[in-house]
Every structure is written in C-alpha cells, then in structure tokens.
T-cell receptor
Framework: DTGVSQNPRHKITKRGQNVTFRCDPI?????LYWYRQTLGQGPEFLTY????????KSRLLSDRFSAERPKGSFSTLEIQRTEQGDSAMYLC???????????????FGDGTRLSIL | QQQVKQSPQSLIVQKGGISIINCAYE??????FPWYQQFPGKGPALLIA?????SEKKEGRFTISFNKSAKQFSLHIMDSQPGDSATYFC????????????FGQGTELSVKP
C-alpha cells in the first residue's frame, strides 16, 4: 500500500495560464475524489469518480475546471485560465466501494499547492 | 451552507490533559462521521470514524462520542502529547450520495509540554 500520490506538490503559475494536476490512488480503490482546501478552512468537495465514470460535480467546479479518470486508475484535474481565487491546496482521496455496501474510509494524498501570481 | 459546524477554532492543552473537540451537523441523513488529523503541508489522515448505530468508539487514546438526538459528535484525545499538535477536522457523509465528505472548519490543537 503506497498511499495516494499527487504531483506536482507545488505549482506556481501566472494568472491566465492552464495547469494540470495528477493523482494516483491506492491501487485497488475504485473511487477517487478531488477536494480543494484554502488556508484555515476544511477541504471542500469538488468531484468524484467511480472507476472511469464521473458521478458528481460540485457547483464549486466552474466551467474552467475539468477532471478525468480515463482508465479508472489515475486522475487529472485541469484548471484553464487560472484566476487569483484558484490559489489553494488541491487534495485527492481514494476509497474502495462495494455495490450496496457501506462506504469505506477515504485516504488522502498530500495535495498540490497552487499559487497564482 | 454550513452543514457541519466545529468548535473550538483553536485549543491549547497541557501535556497529559484531555483535548475535546465538538461538531454539530444538520442533515439527519448523514450516516458516517470521521475525524481527520492534518499536519502542515500534509493531507488529512483518518484518525477514527463512527456510524450512528453506536454512541461511542474508542481507538487507543482517541474516542468519538456520538449523540444522534442532539446531532452532535465529539473527539476526545486522552493523555494529549506535543506530537498531537495539529489541525483536526470532523466530517460527515452519506453512503447513498457517493460518500463525499462535508468537513467542519477545523480546530488547531496545541499541546504544551
């Protein structure tokens, strides 16, 4: 169990640029979640996948945000035309879900910290 | 819309003391209540979790107390240690809504030697 891996750990970019983050979940986990955390706040849900299907997107996820999980393994989160307000820690979590079963704990990566200049 | 409210915002405890953090929720459909610990620069790490069918769960020095009628739950850290100094988040979720976690605002705990 190597844990959830996120890359890069830090990203500094100019306003208006596009950025992409990657998340590699725990290998047997079929659910993958993205959260955003700003300083002094708890994480806020953005979106989640079960296998390759994106099942829910938060209203926080504007049209500039897109997430994919093409083969049901790793996932990418892209932000287009970044704005100052996008500066935050982007966290990925994964869990294993059985149909009609109780949810299992989510395990988080160490996040990607995005700074917009 | 603040579905999970956490208090206090910060807490200072002497080494060996008991740290108590409280959370209240609004949605009675929530059915899973975890607590996470977060150190600076790291992601949240699951500490302990409870479901509404029990009123208390203990793992080592960590205990969750759950009051379904009051829609409240709390984390107790016994024999608090300086290494416990971190930010603690309560959360809640619904299994039939994909398990997305709704987090509280966090409590910054400082344990003084």
């Amino acid at each position: 169990d190597t844990g959830v891996s996120q890359n890069p750990r830090h990203k500094i970019t100019k306003r208006g640029q596009n950025v992409t983050f990657r998340c590699d979940p725990i290998s047997e986990h079929n659910r993958l979640y993205w959260y955003r955390q700003t300083l002094g706040q708890g994480p806020e849900f953005l979106t989640y996948f079960q296998n390759e299907a994106q099942l829910e997107k938060s209203r926080l996820l504007s049209d500039r945000f897109s997430a994919e999980r093409p083969k049901g393994s790793f996932s990418t989160l892209e932000i287009q035309r970044t704005e100052q307000g996008d500066s935050a820690m982007y966290l990925c979590a994964s869990s294993f879900h059985r149909d009609r079963g109780r949810g299992q704990p989510q395990h988080f990566g160490d996040g990607t910290r995005l700074s917009i200049l | 819309q603040q579905q999970v409210k956490q208090s206090p915002q910060s807490l200072i405890v002497q080494k060996g003391g008991i740290s108590i953090i409280n959370c209240a929720y609004e949605n009675t459909a929530f059915d899973y209540f975890p607590w996470y610990q977060q150190f600076p620069g790291k992601g949240p790490a699951l500490l302990i979790a409870i479901r509404p069918d029990v009123s208390e769960k203990k793992e080592g020095r960590f205990t969750i107390s759950f009051n379904k009628s009051a829609k409240q739950f709390s984390l107790h850290i016994m024999d608090s240690q300086p290494g416990d100094s971190a930010t603690y988040f309560c959360a809640a979720s619904r299994d039939n809504q994909g398990g997305k976690l709704i987090f509280g605002q966090g409590t910054e705990l400082s344990v003084k030697p």
